[in-house]
């Protein structure tokens, strides 16, 4: 199985996201435009443009990003509850029409401002409950005609989408806990990990496999993917003074944030730094303990030839989905582009 490497632009209305530059028109039109562009031009397949409530609209973004390139696959993240399946059927299959095929999914259902937008999350079992309704009738209408689906949380009656797309766009998912693990297992195309050492990963992977079996999937084989931060010098040494002086000014400004250990998947990675402030060969945990969070909670941190090594390793366990980033993104976009993604593909 090929693999595929995309990168991260950062949907954010203020600058300066995980240390990125800050720079006016940091979120304008042309330099998205500019982030999607390099990364056509150094490698990367795509990118994932992230979503929550206070930040720029994804989709709006995204669709826009897609006009302006001609290979780019944007990673659209969405969340049901602020999008109703049909709805949101019928925007990306148009999108998947318009762009020849480009669009990528990434479905959220973690915590967000939902009170903002008129949605109401319910408990952890509702929510899960929810997106997996909304995985059914999404794919049912990009493939069927005059669907009625009458669900505890969503219900079409006659819906059809049009166009409905030839190829349906891929629906990557992400999620620690039992319950969102039965969603990916039944429903989702790839699912996400965030940066675990290679022992969690091989877990996990060898229980959704046993979970797909045992709710009788219906699609094609999961698929897996790691969400995670590359930092990249051209030596090893450099590279980790400066993931070393990046984790000092981190520590310089750090403030607690009780929220972010609500998520099981999060704190599986807050917890690694108990284990060891390196992990496997090259797995930096460091970050997390001064605010770095998601996918910048660790760090793979090397030369490129030390990186490439890393993450072959994760293909060896399945891993065939690869989402990375280091800021500032846009030189990173470019230096990874020309040092790490040459390895990977050798």
Aim: charged share 25%; with cysteine; net charge neutral.
């Amino acid at each position: 199985m090929s693999s595929e490497f995309l990168w991260y632009i950062p949907n954010q209305d203020r600058p300066g996201h995980r240390g990125d530059d800050v720079v006016a028109g940091h979120n304008s039109l042309e330099t998205l435009t500019s982030h999607a562009r390099a990364c056509e031009e150094h490698g990367w397949g795509g990118a994932l443009i992230g979503t929550g409530w206070g930040r720029p609209d994804t989709f709006t973004v995204a669709t826009t990003l897609a006009a302006r390139t001609t290979t780019f696959q944007p990673l659209i993240a969405a969340r049901p509850g602020y999008w109703r399946p049909a709805h949101f059927a019928s925007a990306a299959a148009t999108l998947q029409h318009l762009t020849g095929g480009r669009v990528l999914i990434n479905i959220v259902s973690g915590k967000d401002n939902l009170a903002a937008y008129g949605d109401a999350e319910g408990d952890q079992a509702h929510r899960y409950a929810r997106t997996r309704e909304f995985l059914r009738i999404v794919r049912r209408l990009w493939a069927e005609e005059n669907v009625t689906y009458q669900g505890e949380h969503f219900q079409v009656t006659g819906a059809t989408v049009v166009p409905r797309p030839a190829e349906p766009p891929r629906l990557y998912f992400g999620g620690a806990s039992p319950a969102a693990e039965r969603v990916a297992a039944a429903e989702a195309d790839v699912q996400l990990f965030w940066g675990e050492p290679l022992d969690g990963v091989r877990e996990r992977i060898e229980r959704l496999r046993q979970l797909s079996r045992e709710l009788g999937r219906e699609h094609r084989p999961l698929e897996f993917g790691l969400r995670v931060t590359t930092l990249v010098r051209d030596t090893t040494e450099q590279a980790w003074a400066d993931a070393e002086a990046k984790v000092a000014e981190m520590a310089r400004n750090h403030q607690a944030d009780p929220i972010r250990k609500g998520a099981v998947g999060q704190q599986r990675l807050l917890d690694l730094a108990e284990r060891g402030e390196v992990l496997d060969d090259n797995l930096y945990t460091a970050p997390g303990r001064y605010g770095g969070g998601g996918a910048g909670t660790t760090w793979l941190v090397g030369s490129a030839q030390d990186v490439a090594k890393s993450l072959r390793k994760y293909q060896d366990l399945g891993i065939s989905h690869f989402v990375l980033s280091d800021t500032p993104y846009l030189p990173e976009i470019r230096r990874q582009g020309e040092q790490l993604l040459p390895l990977l593909r050798a």
